[in-house]
Structures are given as C-alpha cells and as structure tokens.
C-alpha cells in the first residue's frame, strides 16, 4: 500500500512494506511553493494513493520513517506558528484590551471612591452629601480645604471630627491614587479614539469611541462584529436578559450597550425600541463598510437618525 505525504516541506510517497515504512519518492518545495502552503494551512496531509484512509498504525509507520527531514520540518513549523501568532495581533486586539482596562479601572475607582467618602465622611459629611459624582468629589476634596468647601456649600458649621492634619493627609493620599486612575482611564479613552480613527471611522463618528470599541469588544473582533446582522448587534452586552428570555419567556431585551447613545437617550422611553433597531442597523452598516474599507458615510447615517427621532 502506498500512502502520500504532505507537509510544509514538501510531497512524499511511502510504500508500507512488513510493518515498516519505505521512502519511494520525495519532492520538497521551493521557497515560494512553500510560502503557498504554509498560506493555506497544510502542515499535514495523509491519504492513500488508492482513496483509501490509513490506519492509525501505517501512519505511525510513516512518523518513523521520516526523520531525515523531521528536524526541518520542526524548524519550519515552529517558524510558521510564531509568524502566524505574531500576525493575528491586529488593531482590534488593542481596543479589547484597552476596553477591559477602561472597565476595570472603573470598579477599581468607584470602589475607592466609595471608601474615600466613607472616610472623608468622619472628617466633613456634609461635603460627600452635597457632590453626588465621584470623581467630582475627589477633585474637590483635593483642591480645597474642609473649610472652604463648607463655605462654598452654605455649611456654617460640620458635624464632622476634628481630625489632625497627618490622619486628614491620608485621605488626601488615597484621593490622589484614585485621581491618576481617572486620568489613566481618560488616557485610555483617547487612545481607543485613535486607533478607531485609522481602523473603523465610520463607527467612531456613529457609534463614538466607548461604544464603538464596547461594540468591537462585545463582538470578538472587527470582522465579527461586521459579520454581525442588525439585530444581534442591538441587543450586544444583554446577554444576560436575553438568556432569562429565552428561557423563561420573559420579554425581550430591545438594547445593549447601545442604550447609553445620545440618540436612544434623547428618544421618548416608548420609541426606544424603534430608535434602537434603526441605530443598530446603521451602525451595522458602519462595521461592515469600516471592514472591508469602504468610503466615509456615517456622519450621512447620522444626520438620518437624527431626523427621524
């Protein structure tokens, strides 16, 4: 029985021969034959000359035979996957990661925040109870002192402990860590921006940088998230509700990260649903035009949307 080999180096026939298999011809690929395999993704290919299928033991017989060429054949694969790993990091990749470093400095800072407060509350509560943002009430808090704070809130006297300028110095000193983390996430944000500039405009000017690069994340990639028809692109980031519907037969959800748009917000609550359907179509249409590098069309789309709702 004669079974043909094929690898990155090239083609080879082997005749099995008494438990043992026999080199009875070979032809190793140019460079550029090479570089048309590696392409498609052959690194091997085994099947009878006949049509039939080897066993698992002829093929064993082949693994063994072949080592006058098995430490090449190593060397280029090995080359061939690093090239291939080293390929599949594209812009994309960057935008997932710098989207989950956005969202987990988020619960990072409100975490402190909260904690801040809780602290600074000993110090002067009324202070916490009259700025509600929390990255507000940090740089407040950094940038004046309890007693002008308090004069600025019409708070003639706080109910708060008096505390000692070095217990005071280590919620300064906490507030100022939380405030680089809110610098670091702004930073964050600015470089997503620019990276969509060059990859994906048209979902940029539509979408705008957190959503569109949530979009991206949520989807697995730009090509997945082109490749995406309308509506499941809608409901991206509703995962959770969309589950509980499907299997408790609760309503459906209308929209995912999508909701916090300007153009869903600014929607009365009833046509929310439509808004988010046509919002979710053109942004649809954004993807796959920013994929296969189309023409700018989204401000066109945009100017669409906010006609109709």
């Known amino acids: 029985m004669k079974l043909y080999f094929v690898n990155s180096l090239g083609e080879y026939v082997f005749e099995i021969k008494k438990n043992k298999a026999v080199l009875v011809e070979k032809k190793l690929f140019s460079s ?5 395999v590696l ?26 035979s072949f080592k006058e060429d098995a430490k090449s054949f190593k ?28 969202e987990e ?19 002067a509560p009324e202070v916490s109870k009259k700025i509600g943002d929390n990255e507000g009430f940090v740089s407040a808090i950094l940038k004046k002192d309890k007693k002008t704070l308090l004069k600025e809130l019409k708070t003639k006297e706080s109910m708060g402990a008096n ?9 300064l000193r906490l507030a100022r860590t939380t405030q680089k983390l809110y610098e670091e996430r702004k930073a964050k944000e600015s470089y ?23 979009l991206i994340s949520l989807a697995g990639g730009i090509r997945q998230l082109s490749l995406m028809p309308a509506s499941t692109v809608q409901t991206l980031g509703a995962e959770t ?32 649903g439509k808004a988010a ?11 796959k035009v920013d994929y296969f590098k189309g023409d700018l069309i989204a401000e066109e789309l945009r100017l669409e949307l906010e006609k109709k709702f």
């Not at 359907?277 to 993807?287: T, Y």
Request: aromatic share 2%; charged share 30%; with cysteine.
């Open 32 to 36: 550029k034959q090479k570089e048309q």
């Open 39 to 64: 392409e498609k993704g052959i690194s091997s290919v085994k099947q009878s000359l006949k049509g039939e299928t080897p066993s698992a033991k002829e093929l064993s017989l082949i693994l063994q």
């Open 75 to 102: 060397e280029t694969d090995e080359k061939t996957t690093k090239k291939k790993i080293s390929e599949a990091v594209g812009v994309d990749t960057l935008i997932i990661q710098s989207v989950s470093l956005i």
């Open 105 to 123: 400095l988020e619960k990072i800072s409100n975490t402190l925040a909260k904690r801040i407060r809780e602290w600074y509350s000993l110090y």
């Open 163 to 171: 505390l000692d300028k070095k217990d005071v110095e280590q919620i």
């Open 192 to 214: 997503i921006k620019e990276l969509m500039k060059k990859t994906t405009p048209n979902l940029l000017i539509l979408a705008g940088a957190m959503i569109g690069s949530k």
């Open 241 to 272: 509700a969309l589950f509980r519907h499907l299997k408790t037969k609760a309503k459906p959800p209308k929209h995912g990260v999508i909701i916090n748009h300007p153009i869903i917000q600014k929607t009365l609550r009833k046509n929310r």
């Open 277 to 287: 359907r046509a919002l979710a179509d053109k942004l649809s249409i954004c993807a």
